[in-house]
């Protein structure tokens, strides 16, 4: 048996560890926290001194387990969990679950899993830091707390079910706030005026107006002063300027500029660098910190002029600006700035380059440039043209990397062709286009994160999660909104042809993939920001994190910030409790014309729906479903009226009754038993028997079998998850690499032998009588299956070695607790 035993968090971090430790070393995972607050009470001891009721969890009791035995035989316990506040909590709940004794127990920190780090580490450990560990407690407490009391405050006032969270609800206020703002914008329209001027030798280049003209016939009678009009250089300013690189990055710089380059998650993200930093390739990816260390800056130096050439180095350090930057250890940077190229899949690869550009770029020299200036006047009026230009006269770190940006309207300066004061120009064309004020843009996953910590709200540790919880609990979704068709006018000076007029169109207010509240999110938030505004307010939040990290630094006690917190929220979620009206985010939108009733829009229990009538009417309301696409607080009356005219019957086709309808995932045809999504964009009021029909035998052309595999019909289709084939009630993805329109017989048969192929490869056991398997899932997960009863497995199960009595365990348990839930909702 090993004299050291060496404790991680993961099990990719033990495995990189252990490979710079000799024989005397065993380095075991404790799979993250091995304690933490009971599922099914506070778990806080609020009558007292707040202090947390921690247990070990059902699944990690074999890793408690595992780890006393190896602390026992072991002389030295090393507690090498990360050296952030959780990581500081594991390494304390480590010690008291496992009643380690604290002479042979020692605490090492590392920020990168180097050979070296870690026999720095080795050589300099220290005791576990009781205000890291205090500061995390608060944080968890705290949390515990508000999650714990707001949570049911919702489901008596607005829905069964629903959450609240104190960083997590105040990132859905800021993401209703700016729909909102989107919501009450009214674009104003003015005319830009564009030109193009050509050279003596040619050459053509654009130039603008510096200002804009309020009315088409401004915009008319400015371009008529040109009819006759002489243009030349009226000022021309070349000067010289530098361009600095950005600093290395920290949790959310990554975050950022992972999201704008190359589109991951948030989530995703750190993922990836979770990965590369258990892998050794990175520093620790959780920091708030631009600092590179003086063995990083001359590694990276080294790397510059190897590469490069000593021109292009410039080593610097940079001042952090994060509000209340804390854990102040180094940025995230390549370990080795020698390796430019990991051997790690795909994703990790490319967010590893980044990173590596990012670091390696800012320890480079400064970009030189050349700024051109030019001024164009006409001989018919006063006002001036202008024109700019950019000259890189040393590429410096541009060579390597530029940042991006959020601002999606940036226009990049271009060259400039050589020009000379008082020359004459010739004028192509000159442009007055309409164009109108933007709305705010809404956020991006990486704008949020901005804002966030812009706000001082949440830290890097909270970034990922927070963002997943908010979509994960409905309250925000990734938006696909259409948007809408627009029209604008376009004047055209030509000196030939005088002044033109086009009418255009163009498609306004369209986002993919940006944050957009739900009905449930804009709900939620309005109930708790008029009930619990101090737990919403930004300015409080922010406080709150700078309270945590005066417990870090040891400047405040925990357990008195939460006794003061607690002293005033509690009273206020009675208060809130017994007295608030129930929240339903109704509007009302009008009268039915036919019973003279009210139409109002509200949350149901089923989802948002229009009703025509109150429940305190003699006669029974009238309700309808509002479709996917359409939100409470934004549907009009002739919408919601709409509504009630379906389901409409078509008639008869093929001697089956037709209809159209709204269903959950939005508007269908129904043909009999089969039911036919509608074409994006269409009304289903508006269609009628001939439309209907058009698509049936669509829908019946794509169903029919495209092919016969073991005397079984093969069909294609296309469902949520892109498209398919169906064979023998066998559900196959169809990737990019086949051609979807043109399946070759080869394809379709070398798709279902590999499917098959897969099914069996994923089953780990198969109990064939007892109808019970176990198989792999995703993430490096397993599962037991039995029937529709499906159980994932605890990481730490050997499911190789699993046997059939202790998987139909595993299944009873399911089973018990599925029973109690449902005999609880029987009850309520």
């Known amino acids: 048996m090993a004299k050291n035993l060496v404790i991680v968090e993961s099990p990719a971090k033990a495995k990189t560890i ?5 024989k005397d070393y065993k380095v075991a995972s404790s799979f993250g ?5 009971p599922s099914k009470e506070l778990g806080v001891n609020v009558e007292g001194d707040f202090s947390p009721k921690y247990q070990v969890s059902s699944d990690k009791k074999a890793v408690v387990k595992k780890l006393k035995d190896l602390a026992k035989s072991a002389e030295i316990v090393w507690l090498a969990s990360d050296e952030d506040r959780e990581g500081e909590a594991i390494a304390w709940h480590l010690a008291e679950t496992l009643k380690l004794d604290k002479k042979k127990t020692k605490r090492i920190v590392f920020h990168e899993i180097t050979k070296s780090a870690i026999q720095k580490a080795i050589e300099n450990p220290r005791g576990i830091d009781y205000n890291l560990v205090d500061a995390q407690q608060a944080r968890r407490v705290l949390d515990r707390i508000v999650g714990y009391e707001l949570s049911p405050v919702l489901w008596r006032k607005v829905k069964g079910g629903l959450s609240a969270g104190r960083v997590q609800s105040v990132a859905v206020r800021l993401i209703v706030e700016r729909e909102r703002e989107i919501q009450d914008f009214k674009p104003e329209a003015s005319f830009r005026i564009d030109a193009e001027f050509e050279n003596s030798d040619g050459q053509t280049f654009k130039a603008k107006l510096p200002k804009s003209f309020a009315t088409k016939e401004e915009a008319q009678k400015f371009l008529e002063l040109h009819t006759s009009a002489e243009f030349s250089i009226a000022d021309l300013e070349t000067k010289p300027a530098t361009k600095s690189p950005a600093p290395p990055f920290t949790t959310s710089t990554l975050q950022q500029e992972a999201a704008r380059k190359l589109y991951f998650s948030v989530s995703k993200t750190m993922t990836m660098a ?12 959780r920091t708030d910190s631009v600092n590179l260390s003086d063995e990083a800056r001359n590694g990276a130096k080294a790397a510059i002029e190897n590469s490069y050439g000593n021109k292009y180095s410039k080593p610097r350090n940079f001042q952090g600006k994060t509000k209340g930057a804390q854990e102040a250890h180094e940025a995230i940077r390549p370990t080795n700035f020698a390796v430019s190229e990991v051997p790690v899949e795909r994703d990790q690869a490319r967010l590893y380059d980044l990173i590596w550009k990012r670091a390696i770029a800012s320890q480079m020299s400064e970009a030189k440039l050349e700024r051109t200036n030019v001024k164009i006047s006409a001989s018919t009026h006063k006002d001036l043209f202008a024109a700019n230009g950019e000259v890189i006269k040393f ?31 010739l004028n192509n064309y000159i442009t007055a286009t309409q164009r109108y004020t933007r709305p705010p843009y809404r956020y991006t996953e990486a704008s949020l994160v901005k804002q966030l910590e812009e706000l001082g709200i949440g830290r890097p540790s909270t970034y990922a999660p927070t963002i997943s919880t908010i979509q994960n609990r409905g309250y925000v979704e990734k938006g696909n909104v259409d948007g809408e068709k627009r029209n604008y006018y376009q004047l055209t000076f030509d000196k030939g042809k005088g002044v033109s007029e086009k009418k255009l169109s163009e498609k306004v207010g369209s986002d993919k993939g940006k944050m957009v509240p739900t009905d449930m999110g804009f709900i939620v938030t309005d109930f708790l920001v008029n009930h619990f505004d101090t737990i919403l307010d930004y300015h409080f939040t922010a406080k709150v994190e700078e309270d945590f990290d005066e417990i870090a630094e040891g400047k405040e006690d925990w357990q008195k910030m939460m006794k003061e917190f607690y002293k005033g929220f509690h009273p206020q979620v009675e208060d ?13 939108l009008g009268t039915d014309p036919k019973t003279g009733r009210q139409v109002s829009v509200r949350l149901g229990r089923f989802g948002p729906m229009v009703q025509i009538g109150t429940v305190d009417e003699d006669e029974k309301p009238l309700f309808a479903g509002l479709t996917p696409d359409q939100q409470l607080n934004t549907i009009t009356y002739e919408e919601a009226m709409d509504l009630f005219k379906l389901p409409k019957a078509l008639g008869a086709y093929e001697g089956e009754e037709v209809e159209v309808n709204n269903g959950r995932y939005g508007p269908y045809v129904r043909y009999g038993k089969k039911f036919i999504s509608l074409p994006a964009g269409v009304d289903p009021v508006s269609v009628d028997l001939d439309e209907a029909i058009a698509l049936i035998k669509q829908q019946k052309k794509a169903d029919a079998p495209i092919y016969m595999y073991k005397e079984k019909p093969v069909t294609k289709g296309k469902g949520r998850f892109g498209p398919f084939i169906k064979w023998n009630n066998m559900f196959i993805n169809v990737n990019k690499k086949y051609d979807w329109d043109n399946l070759s017989d080869d394809d379709i048969v070398t ?27 995703r993430w490096g997960r397993h599962t037991i299956i039995k029937g529709r009863t499906k159980v994932e497995l605890p990481k730490t199960v050997n499911a ?9 365990t595993y299944l009873d348990a399911a089973s018990k607790k599925s029973s109690k839930t449902s005999t609880k909702k029987k009850k309520a």
Do not use: C
């Not at 926290?33 to 607050?37: E, K, S």
């Not at 060259?415 to 020359?423: T, W």
């Not at 190789?800 to 139909?808: D, I, M, P, R, S």
């Open 751 to 777: 798709l279902i032998e590999d499917k098959i192929q897969k099914d069996i490869d994923k089953v780990v056991h198969h109990w064939e009588k007892e109808g019970i398997k176990v198989e792999k899932a």
């Open 395 to 425: 590429d410096g770190f541009l060579k390597v990397y530029l940042e991006g940006t959020d601002e999606e309207d940036m226009e990049q300066e271009g060259m400039l062709p050589a020009l000379k004061l008082n020359e004459k120009v």
């Open 33 to 37: 926290h091995i304690v933490d607050l």
């Open 274 to 285: 979770q990965r590369l930093y258990e892998a050794g390739y990175i520093t620790y990816m």
């Open 18 to 22: 252990e490979k710079f430790l000799g």
């Open 576 to 588: 809130v409790q017994e007295n608030a009206e129930r929240e339903s985010g109704e509007r009302i």
């Open 800 to 808: 190789e070695k699993l046997t059939l009595e202790e998987a139909q």
